[in-house]
């Protein structure tokens, strides 16, 4: 198995490149391609707190992608290094897993081992936050989506005019406590993830949002900007750029990561390139 990770950068308001990957069956199986584009951006003065990337991977004679976006909870860069862990972990890690696995055995696994990690980490550091991160991710391979979730960032679904929450937002219900997390990786040394899989249709465009933007924005306009744009890398930099603009106004504080993953038929597909 091999696999090549883009990372995202440090820097305020910078995305991955626009991406296309080809995946499928070697021989004779569907092939899709992937167009994938993504923003991240943070108010002045804070660290970014967001982590994202994408790792493209050969598993025997497929191809896969694997798309990741983790939101840290806690100051100091605490978060942000729960958040860059995790992400990392998982881009790296997965293609290592055995090729008898599931794919929701081994993202399980996986995200376990990391949940294990960092809550050993929040307990050593009883002082501070703790090492807390919340997750979405996506595994792309052989015309089907396998998606892991944990937390309250959010995967939404586009297919035809219509934008769908895949995911369930783990928080506390009252208004007061909506951004305190019931579930995330390293909070508990008993992690549960929700899991879901599905077809992938030629047209269809997946969105992981951190809630930087989603709840900043609104359901109605992230359906109105995915819908009415067709370059991944075009929504997601807009999407971005609004959420935080909407924030300044409003003294806002809250980092705004958005990845796009447009699924076509055909194209000629490349591995994305290592990033910093």
């Not at 300044?248 to 447009?262: E, F, H, K, P, Q």
Request: proline residues 4%.
């Amino acid at each position: 198995m091999t696999a090549a990770v883009t990372p995202s950068p440090d820097a305020m308001a910078t995305s991955l490149p626009d991406t296309e990957i080809t995946i499928g069956a070697a021989q004779g199986g569907l092939r899709l391609t992937l167009r994938v584009g993504s923003a991240s951006g943070t108010p002045p003065g804070k660290i970014n707190e967001d982590f994202h990337g994408i790792a493209s991977m050969e598993v025997g004679e497929t191809q896969g992608v694997v798309v990741a976006l983790a939101d840290g909870i806690g100051g100091d860069g605490v978060g942000r290094q729960a958040a860059e862990v995790s992400v990392r972990t998982l881009l790296s890690d997965y293609p290592a897993t055995p090729s008898t696995w599931s794919v929701t055995r081994a993202l399980d696994r996986l995200l376990r081992a990391v949940n294990e990690w960092l809550h050993s980490e929040g307990q050593r550091h009883r002082e501070g936050e703790g090492f807390i991160a919340t997750m979405s991710a996506i595994v792309f391979r052989e015309g089907h989506y396998h998606l892991a979730h944990v937390g309250d960032t959010r995967v939404y679904r586009r297919r035809g005019a219509v934008l769908k929450q895949l995911t369930t937002d783990h928080v506390w219900p009252r208004h007061d406590m909506r951004h305190v997390p019931k579930r995330a990786l390293g909070l508990d040394s008993h992690l549960v993830v929700d899991y879901a899989e599905g077809e992938l249709l030629s047209g269809d465009t997946f969105l992981i949002v951190s809630d930087g933007v989603w709840e900043v924005l609104g359901e109605p306009r992230l359906q109105e900007v995915v819908v009415s744009g067709c370059d991944p890398q075009a929504v997601a930099d807009a999407l971005v750029a609004e959420a935080l603009a909407r924030q300044a106004l409003y003294m806002g504080r809250n980092d705004a990561t958005a990845i796009l993953v447009s699924v076509e038929t055909g194209g000629s597909g490349q591995d994305p390139a290592v990033g910093s």
